[in-house]
């Protein structure tokens, strides 16, 4: 489907250009239809046609994007940025659950001798300390 509608975008684009090339500028251009009368209409119907075939090609070329950006939009999965082991999503652990510790690399303390956590500073340690002046 979205091969299909991409060949048809290029195919409007090609034409657009075409389109486009073929009109009058201000300097003569590329334009068909000169003064002479020997082109197959005048010059207004030739500006004429090719201003309403342009606005039909446009036309074609916003319905082809818009058609392709949605395609994009549906085609797009959300993931995960964070790695997941096993090719399964990550969860949230729930409510009561302990979190997983962190690796953080060389910066990891070893645990104490034993396997026992760290003990506990004398003064409490629950806040920060400030130093007193005297």
Do not use: C, Y
Not at 41 to 61: I, P
Not at 90 to 113: I, K, N
Not at 121 to 129: I, V
Request: no cysteine.
């Amino acid at each position: 489907m979205l091969t299909v509608v991409i060949v048809i975008h290029l195919m409007i684009v090609l034409a657009m250009i075409g389109v486009v090339l073929l009109q009058k500028s201000e300097g003569g251009g590329l334009g068909m239809g000169g003064s002479g009368g020997g082109g197959f209409m005048s010059s207004r119907g030739t500006a004429n046609v090719l201003t309403r075939t342009t606005a039909v090609l446009a036309l074609g070329f916003f319905i082809t994007s818009l058609v392709l950006s949605i395609l994009a939009g549906v085609e797009r999965k959300p993931r995960s940025i964070l790695p997941t082991a096993g090719g399964t999503p990550a969860t949230a652990p729930g409510p009561g659950a302990p979190l997983a510790p962190l690796d953080t690399g060389p910066l990891t303390v070893p645990p104490a001798a034993g396997g026992a956590p760290p003990a506990a500073p004398a003064d409490g340690g629950g806040a920060p300390q400030v130093p007193q002046s005297r």
